[in-house]
């Protein structure tokens, strides 16, 4: 960033680029347990401790129930005796066959925050706890974390995937902490997303699967259907076989493994079992050959991500061991000290026979071997630098299921978000308000000054249901997190606040005529680019009921100092507008920093110079934040 310019002794770059030097180390592991009682946890956990000192520990488990009396007691006092008692747990919770495990060091316990937890149920009529998803979330100092550990729908085939992909849009939709208006992917700094995805590995390039926003309307009405039937049958219909006892009795991989059962009779049906034959014996060839690129290149996950129908945004670590799935169990492909001369890291041959007979030892013969396990992860684009994955495994060892599980490290840079901004107590008074001695002639307060203009949607979903006309009326919203960052005549905004622009009647492609200013209550660049995001979101006016959020768009803080040190404005481009991480539109807009750069930074460096002269005239923006919160609290409002 050399090319950046600079005035006095401070340059641009030594204001977006300076970072926290507080880590925090990160352990995530997802195993599907097989009903079964595990073997191999204290393997999945202190192997790899002994080495790498994780401050927090988290474990999605999913069919993790078996044959005993309190077996969720039973495995939580185990997980507890596995990771020891330099750990605290900061949430057991569970939901049926799916368990989520997060644990804290107690070094740290007196920094851990924000504890909340929500389940979503996407199993049979979307109500029953077989398939869906966990969250927890916390705080560590500013920084917010979110875990998601998730069981999907299994078989091969399109119609399956699209079942998958639906899901995680419900999940994303169903599990709430936070500011409920928005998805947890939105809102917290850092999100990890673990489990049983069923993802498989897939020959068809034929058939794509649909839009995932029309197959969740699609199961709700579908769910709504069934549920209307069995309350018309009647409660004596319910102790028969029903449909709701099937599901939750089935085994999770029973039926046919092609991509349905094969349709028509005689010759179609035998060309496709012949077809499914040939995959397999490809696929196990690979697995032989270690050839894991070429495995993903089948992936549907990574092809799912790719087309952007699913957790757009996030990003998939990527396999470099043998598929996790349908593995047979006692049965460890063990790694050899060293490539061999062919350059084989994996021991797959038991014997000294044919390779691919030995290989069918380890993989359940009517499954195609499939990476179905897997971690990914999302962090706002204003903190993605501060996120770094170190490694990503399958763990041998653990034989007792017929998966593997997975286990992955992540080292995360710190952030104190409001702790981190300071601000002149002359400008900002402890209630929050720009000082009486400046008020009047508040235009000439040297603040941070934006504005945001030429704002216009392309392709906004349609939110009004056709009874009501259909269609849109979309209106903006800008606000920060940390929501305190952001001035609203005066006074810093909080909770769900923010600068609104008109609303645009009945139209899926808007163009707002409004110019928003955006005045921030600090000149601590610094505090600033290390901290803030600017929100986007585009809701739907509704006049009868609650607004509808279309999506969000976030833009760093100090991407557009960058731009404005070019002399450039910060340019939004048909920037995808995400919800339960679908991409529900296009925005696009012009933000421009007030003032000449030269001017900003002569500001900058005054305040700095302030600040260092005169400490006691300065303070956080939590404590301005405080101070507001107080002062509300007295005059009888309530603030988030």
């Known amino acids: 960033m050399s090319s950046l310019k600079k005035s006095g002794t401070i340059t641009i770059d030594d204001i977006v680029n300076s970072n926290s030097v507080d880590r925090l180390q990160v352990f995530i592991m997802s195993w599907n347990m097989g009903n079964a009682p595990p073997t191999g946890l204290e393997y999945v956990f202190r192997e790899k401790n002994a080495t790498n000192d994780f401050d927090i520990l988290v474990m999605g488990l999913q069919e993790a129930t078996w044959n005993a009396t309190d077996c969720i007691k039973e495995l939580a006092t185990k997980v507890q005796e596995v990771v020891g008692e330099k750990y605290f747990m900061v949430k057991h919770a569970h939901r049926a066959q799916m368990q989520l495990f997060v644990f804290a060091k107690k070094s740290i316990q007196s920094r851990v925050s924000g504890v909340e937890f929500s389940v979503e149920n996407t199993g049979f009529l979307h109500l029953f706890p077989n398939k869906g998803g966990i969250l927890v979330t916390l705080h560590v100092d500013g920084t917010r974390l979110a875990f998601i550990s998730c069981h999907l729908t299994a078989h091969e085939g399109v119609k399956h ?20 208006r928005f998805d947890v992917s939105e809102q917290f700094h850092h999100v990890f997303w ?26 709700n009405a579908a769910a709504k259907v069934k549920e209307d039937a069995q309350t018309k049958a009647g409660p004596s219909a319910a102790k028969k076989e029903t449909p709701l006892t099937a599901v939750l009795n089935e085994d999770p991989e029973s039926g046919s493994d092609s991509d349905e059962e094969p349709a028509g009779k005689g010759a179609d049906k035998e060309k496709k079992k012949k077809e499914w034959k040939e995959q397999h014996r490809r696929t196990m060839e690979m697995v032989v050959g270690e050839k894991w690129s070429d495995i993903l290149a089948l992936d549907e996950l990574n092809r799912e991500i790719a087309a952007e129908r699913v957790l757009n945004g996030f990003t998939a670590l990527q396999p470099s061991f043998p598929p996790t799935f349908k593995r047979t169990r006692q049965a460890v492909i063990l790694p050899t000290h060293s490539a061999d001369a062919k350059g084989k890291k994996w021991d797959t041959r038991l ?104 704002m216009r949607g392309k392709n906004l979903e349609e939110m009004d249901s056709a009874m009501f006309g259909g269609g849109s009326d979309p209106y903006v919203v800008v606000s920060t997190d940390p929501a305190s960052a952001l001035l609203y005549k005066g006074t810093l905004l909080h909770g769900h606040e923010g600068i609104k622009s008109s609303v645009i009647y009945r139209n899926l492609d808007p163009v707002w005529p409004d110019v928003l200013d955006l005045k921030f209550p600090s000149m601590d660049l610094k505090g600033l680019s290390r901290n803030v995001s600017i929100i986007i979101s585009v809701w739907d006016s509704d006049r009868a009921n609650a607004d509808d959020l279309i999506g969000v768009v976030m833009v760093p803080l100090k991407d557009i100092l960058v731009q404005h040190s070019q002399n450039k404005p910060y340019v939004l481009n048909e920037a995808p507008l995400y919800a339960n991480t679908e991409i529900m539109g296009r925005f696009s807009g012009k933000i421009q ?12 460096e005054k305040f700095e110079a302030d600040r260092v002269k005169e400490p006691a005239n300065f ?22």
């Open 619 to 640: 303070y956080t923006l939590a404590e301005a934040q405080q101070g507001a919160r107080t002062t509300a609290a007295k005059n009888g409002c309530i603030m988030s």
């Open 351 to 454: 014997d000294g026979n044919d390779p691919l007979h030995s290989v069918a030892t380890f993989y359940h013969p009517k499954r195609i071997p499939s990476f179905t396990d897997r971690i990914l992860f999302k962090s706002q684009p204003t903190f993605r630098g501060n996120l770094r994955n170190y490694f990503f495994e399958s763990c041998e060892q653990a034989v007792s299921s017929d998966h593997k599980p997975v286990r992955a490290g992540f080292e995360v840079k710190l952030t104190r978000a409001e702790h981190d901004i300071v601000v002149d107590k002359q400008l900002l008074n402890w209630k929050g308000k720009i000082s009486k001695k400046t008020s009047g002639k508040r235009a000439d307060v040297p603040l941070l000054h934006m504005t945001l203009s030429e």
């Open 161 to 180: 995937c699209e079942e998958r992909n639906a899901s995680i849009a419900e999940i994303f939709g169903g599990v709430r902490a936070g500011d409920e």
């Open 593 to 604: 920093v007030q003032g000449t750069f030269k001017d900003l930074m002569a500001t900058y």
């Open 194 to 219: 673990m489990g049983d995805m069923n993802y498989r590995t897939t020959y068809d390039t034929k058939h794509m699967p649909s839009s995932t926003k029309k197959n969740v309307k699609e199961l």
